[in-house]
């Protein structure tokens, strides 16, 4: 490993981080070598990274000493956080700012931080279009991505900022697969209207930010968006009839009806869909697949992700959702 780049990868036991150090582990003559930063070093997802070569470390996001000392001696760093395990922005802020800081303290070399638009640079809190949510934010999980990308311009950390899109997994993980309405039709459920959603499998985040810090210094200082396959809820649609054999609607409905689902961070994703429909040009626009198929070579349309995880999609057929 001396002779490697080290990248000191946090969130690795999770969807972004877990795709970026398969993508080192599976490129040996790569260059780069992957650090697995996790509180648990004993958990299973931990000892898996471990066998498969991968030096894994015990920090804390929430220690900044921890982080500091887990980003010594290597070049550089991939961060992200998980704003739904608390929902708090102001959480997620902190910890950015801690990683920015242990960064700079490490006198890493290519930070790549994942992080998305302030969407108040679009809909300012005195905009009525969507409700302002926790006083001031328009889509929390969101804005303080955007607004923590100033920590690390502050510290003055070599970073590359990573837009990324709506991951594909949410049809397994996050309860957003078809289901079936009263009439018994499967149906997938959005506010986009006709406009188009940016999505990508989870894993090919990590390969296209290993391809980002594959291309050195880049990208540095620069904004970089992926996507996977920019798709209409009806295309989403027909590919879901296409590759499960069932015929599969797409249910359009207004940003405040699905506001008003009531599962948790309802309103924070009816809000995150509105601003992805009303401001379709820019945000579909700037995340250009052909361009993250340069970082990713076998980036994943959403047909071949589908074929691929069918079997893991949670099918609610017409008898079993009463």
């Given at each position: 490993m001396a002779?490697?780049?080290?990248?000191?990868?946090?969130?690795?036991?999770?969807?972004?981080?877990?795709?970026?150090?398969?993508?080192?582990?599976?490129?040996?003559?790569?260059g780069f070598a992957a650090r697995v930063i996790t509180r648990d070093v004993n958990g299973a997802k931990a000892k898996e990274f471990a066998a498969l070569g991968a030096e894994v470390v015990a920090a804390d996001v929430d220690n900044p000493e921890s982080l500091r000392k887990a980003f010594q001696g290597a070049y550089g760093a991939y961060c992200v956080t998980f704003f739904w395990a608390h929902f708090s922005v102001e959480k997620e802020m902190a910890e950015a700012k801690s990683m920015a800081e242990a960064a700079k303290a490490a006198g890493l070399r290519h930070v790549i931080w994942s992080t998305l638009e302030d969407t108040r640079k679009w809909v300012p809190l005195s905009d009525n279009r969507m409700p302002t949510l926790q006083g001031k934010y328009k889509v929390p999980h969101f804005d303080g991505k955007g607004e923590a990308n100033h920590f690390f311009t502050?510290?003055?950390?070599?970073?590359?900022?990573?837009?990324?899109?709506?991951?594909?997994?949410?049809?397994?993980?996050?309860?957003?697969?078809p289901k079936a309405g009263a009439d018994g039709k499967l149906a997938i459920t959005f506010p986009m209207d006709d406009k188009k959603l940016p999505g990508i499998a989870a894993e090919d985040i990590g390969k296209c930010a290993y391809g980002i810090f594959k291309r050195g210094a880049e990208f540095i200082g620069k904004t970089v968006a992926i996507s996977g396959e920019n798709l209409t809820g009806a295309q989403l649609a027909a590919i879901f009839s296409e590759v499960l054999g069932k015929p599969v609607v797409y249910n359009s409905v207004p940003p405040e009806v699905f506001r008003g689902f009531g599962f948790p961070g309802a309103d924070d994703l009816g809000n995150m869909f509105q601003f992805k429909r009303d401001f379709e040009d820019y945000f579909s626009g700037v995340r250009n697949p052909s361009f993250a198929r340069t970082l990713n070579p076998t980036l994943q349309d959403f047909k071949t992700w589908l074929t691929k995880n069918k079997n893991a999609i949670p099918m609610e057929d017409a008898a079993t959702s009463a």
């Open positions: 002779d490697k780049k080290i990248i000191a990868i946090l969130g690795a036991t999770g969807a972004q981080g877990g795709g970026l150090a398969r993508a080192i582990l599976a490129d040996p003559s790569g502050d510290a003055g950390v070599p970073v590359t900022f990573l837009l990324t899109s709506f991951y594909w997994d949410n049809f397994i993980y996050f309860g957003m697969g």
